[in-house]
């Protein structure tokens, strides 16, 4: 049976562990388990007909990291083909001799697919694109070897679960199952909730979503029904065996398989279709689950699914609340932003999109349309910067769909698509895209006749483009319609038609409106009164999203009013705390919006570089450093004060799980931009003083500290060996011998790291030479410096200074 016919009938069964079963049977650290398809090809083929007698239905390839990166067939390296083909003659080998009563009558072969072992720009370095061919090149020959379903699994970054799936849906029609992990706060690595990721997988057209690895069966649990609820296709529950646990040496895992079994029917009572296991299960894991379940009936896939959109981090629903759609990002009559983007300047689209989140918006529109432009590349990269600053999904706005297939690639979340209508040329090249990469397209009512003059004429087309819609599979809760707001000026049944077109979409057609509310007040004085006035007439007919100026007060006050006049807002909570801030709400949106001239504290307890910084803004962190240089500030002061506490304050957000690495990246990169201009102004000593050398630790990437040391001890005269981040104790103890130093000084900023400092510690005591060793790093304590053998503890970077002039220069401190 085909296998999408197969996951229609009942539970489906997948592998269990197969790093873990490989261990056993002698794979050493370090060697790539992948070689074993060639090696080993009895014992990968063993385990594999152990999972298929076990009862699975299916069992992948061993090429969870097969990648032509690893695999590049030079040098007497295996090349990328010969192990997947070697892989995928293991597992039929598998499927075609397994014998006994539990072994299914169907059985699939996978390819698997994990992750590639580098972070995706903005976390990492690598480009989107490159990862899809990456994945292209493995899944290609998995297809050419007869694969049923390609499993992308383990992926902490939900962006890169999309490229893994774009590049299957390009090089194959092979099913697609993806799985994500998900670690103790229910989120992805990344900061993807359950109901994002499902969201995202489910719009990319996946014919399975899920988690595996992670924590334990019982942990997993937890995101089972968030997972079932945002998808509309089985649900994957493919956990450990618990937590690894150390016993004699030997490393286990602490579920057995009769408790293991209990938690498959746990699991699929609320939600999972599809069970598997990972790091740490057996062949008899999954035996034990297959008996434990077979009699169960999976919940039925959900057919249709709330309208949602999201960004990486963010989902937003609609239907429940009108959602504000900031119109901001968009050139038409914008006199500043169509310079910006004609001049590239990213810092003030940056501050238009922070700032119209800070205002309330629940979604950016992002148009970057100008004649004298190149649309496409704009709209990539706007998008791509926009996403790392401000976790809002977006609305990618252009007419032009060579541009939005580009952005919609790029875009981290499952975006708006602005704009398809009833034009038949407009269907057949925005849908396609919808189809492909998931969006919630929003459809004008005009077509080829232009826009009707009824609110019956619009609705005929909304109803065509549902039908047509249907026919690229894109269900009708992945469409809001625009009814088109005119200018009443003009026309005085303007306003009434486009109000009956929303009631006659909402009532008889089901769907969803959203309308871009200014245009109503065209030509009219005191636009924000009438046009707020007609956005509550709007809503009060069931409008369901509107694209407007979050910064104007009254259509603001007309959407909090409206919620608390129509049961949308318990006890009045929201309209009280939008009430109680708003003289204060209307002086910091002022202060976003003029171009940053002054260093004076605002009031949220941080300077604007220091919000720069929270905010992961590396311009605008430029910039205002610059502002603070100009008003005389010392340079510490603008470490210390400014810089430092951003620092912190993300930083404690990150362990409090509320900032999560992306910002925390970005907020790294600010302060490094603003240390930039810090460093830049600091004068060069040009008297060449002893050398000392610095270094952040073996294993430990962290060097805004260790630089801002490397800076002052220039400034003082010092000549600083950098050896960089990440340094292993022999680069610094051939060092020392080479340029016979005599201070070293080492940063670590964790706990993970701060022993790859004592072992430094001691490599440069072995040399037994007359060297000092100096330490710092906020994990590190006075006394945890002397316990591992330091000469000396700094706190600070001037600390450093002082404990340098007094070992080197012989002065006092
Ligand atoms: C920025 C940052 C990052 C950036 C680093 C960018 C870069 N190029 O440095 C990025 C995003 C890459 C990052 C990654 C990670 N980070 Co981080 N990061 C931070 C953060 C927010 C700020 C660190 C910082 O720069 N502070 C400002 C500088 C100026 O302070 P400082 O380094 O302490 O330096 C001063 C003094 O200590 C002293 N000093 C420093 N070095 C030296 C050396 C000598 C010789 C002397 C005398 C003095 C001295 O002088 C400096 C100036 O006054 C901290 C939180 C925090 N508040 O510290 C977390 C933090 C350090 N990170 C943390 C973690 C867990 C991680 C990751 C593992 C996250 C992940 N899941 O991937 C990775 C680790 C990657 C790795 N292998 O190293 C944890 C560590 C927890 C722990 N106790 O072990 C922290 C504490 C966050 C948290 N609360 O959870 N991180």
Redesign the pocket.
């Known amino acids: 049976m085909d296998i999408k016919e197969r996951l229609k009938t009942g539970l489906f069964y997948l592998d269990g562990a197969f790093g873990s079963e490989l261990q056993r049977r002698g794979l050493k650290p370090g060697e790539l388990p992948e070689t074993w398809n060639i090696t080993h090809k009895e014992d990968v083929t063993d385990i594999q007909r152990a999972y298929y007698e076990a009862g699975s239905n299916a069992v992948c390839a061993n090429t969870f990291g097969a990648n032509s990166m690893k695999f590049d067939g030079k040098n007497g390296n295996y090349s990328l083909r010969e192990i997947v083909e070697a892989a995928m003659d293991c597992v039929k080998t598998a499927r075609d001799t397994a014998k006994g009563s539990l072994v299914q009558e169907d059985r699939y072969v996978g390819i698997d697919i994990g992750p590639l072992g580098k972070l995706l720009k903005p976390l990492g370095d690598m480009e989107f694109e490159t990862a899809v061919s990456l994945f292209k090149e493995t899944i290609s020959i998995a297809a050419e070897c007869g694969a049923d379903y390609i499993m992308v699994e383990t992926m902490n970054d939900i962006f890169e679960s999309k490229a893994a799936v774009i590049a299957a849906k390009e090089c194959s029609d092979i099913p697609v199952f993806a799985c994500n992990v998900f670690d103790e706060s229910g989120k992805t ?1 990344t900061g993807s909730s359950p109901e994002v990721t499902a969201t995202v997988l489910s719009g990319l057209k996946v014919n399975a979503l899920g988690a595996n690895c992670s924590l334990g069966p019982d942990k997993m649990l937890e995101v089972v029904p968030a997972l079932y609820e945002n998808s509309d296709v089985p649900v994957i529950f493919m956990p450990n065996a618990g937590l690894p646990v150390t016993k004699e040496g030997v490393t286990c895992y602490d579920i057995d398989e009769d408790t293991f079994a209990k938690y498959a029917v746990n699991a699929v009572e609320q939600g999972a279709g599809i069970l598997g296991g990972c790091c740490g299960t057996t062949p008899e894991h999954i035996k034990k689950m297959v008996l434990a379940t077979k009699d169960l009936k999976p919940l039925p896939v959900k057919d249709t699914l709330k309208s949602k959109i999201t960004s990486g981090s963010v989902a937003v629903s609609f239907g429940e609340r009108p959602v504000l759609i900031g119109e901001r990002i968009n050139p038409t009559g914008k006199k500043k932003l169509k310079e910006a983007l004609r001049n590239s300047d990213m810092s003030y689209i940056l501050n238009e999109a922070v700032g119209e989140e800070d205002a309330g918006a629940d979604v950016l529109d992002v148009n970057v349309g100008l004649p004298e432009i190149d649309e496409k590349e704009m709209l990539v990269r706007v998008t791509k910067e926009i996403q790392a600053v401000s976790t809002l999904p977006l609305q990618l706005d252009t007419s032009d769909p060579s541009a939005m297939e580009a952005a919609l690639r790029i875009y981290n979340g499952k975006a708006m698509i602005n704009s398809a209508n009833g034009k038949e040329e407009v269907m057949n090249s925005v849908f396609p895209l919808a189809a492909k990469y998931g969006g919630l397209v929003v459809c004008l009512t005009l077509d080829e006749n232009g826009i009707p003059e009824t609110a019956i004429g619009r609705y005929e087309i909304a109803c065509r483009m549902v039908k047509k819609a249907a026919e690229f599979g894109i269900s009708k809760n992945d469409l809001i319609f625009d009814p088109l707001a005119m200018a009443v000026s003009a026309d005085a049944n303007a306003a009434r038609t486009t109000l009956d077109t929303i009631k006659l979409i909402k009532e008889k057609l089901g769907c969803l409106t959203s309308l871009g509310v200014s245009n109503v007040s065209f030509g009219l004085p005191e636009r924000p009164v009438i046009t707020s006035i007609f956005f509550t007439m709007a809503m009060e007919d069931g409008l369901d999203a509107a694209i407007m100026n979050p910064f104007s007060e009254p259509m603001m006050t007309a959407h909090k009013s409206f919620l608390a006049l129509s049961g949308k807002d318990t006890n009045c909570m929201g309209y009280i705390e939008y009430a109680n801030a708003l003289p204060e709400k209307t002086a910091s949106v002022t202060v976003t919006k003029e171009v940053p001239g002054t260093a004076a504290m605002s009031d949220n307890g941080g300077s604007p570089l220091y919000s720069a910084i929270v905010r992961g803004l590396s311009t605008k962190a430029a910039e205002e450093t610059k502002v603070l240089l100009k008003d005389g500030i010392d340079t510490m002061a603008i470490v210390n004060d400014h ?2 506490p951003a ?2 304050e ?3 957000g ?2 409090k799980k509320t900032v999560y ?1 992306p910002q ?2 970005m ?2 990169d600010a ?2 931009a603003a240390f930039a201009e810090v460093s830049a102004v600091m004068p060069e000593n040009t008297v060449k003083g002893p050398k000392v050398i610095m270094a952040t630790v073996k ?8 630089n ?2 490397v800076a002052l001890l220039k400034n003082y005269g010092f000549d600083v060996i950098d050896l960089g981040k990440d340094v292993d104790p022999k680069t610094v103890t051939d060092t020392i011998e080479k340029f016979d130093v005599h201070l070293v ?3 670590a ?4 790291t701060v022993p790859a400092m004592a072992d430094t510690i001691k490599a440069v005591r072995a040399l037994n030479r007359d060297v000092k060793v ?6 590190l304590t006075k006394e945890y410096a002397e316990m591992i053998g330091a000469d000396k503890y ?4 001037m ?2 200074v002082r404990y340098a002039e007094e070992v080197l220069l012989g002065k006092k401190s």
């Open positions: 690595m810089i430092i620092l912190n993300v930083g404690s990150f362990e690495l925390l990246l907020s790294a302060a490094k294993g430990d990437i962290h060097d805004i500290g260790k801002i040391v000084g080492l940063s900023l964790m706990t993970t100096c330490v710092g790093g906020a994990v700094g706190a600070n970077a600390e450093t």
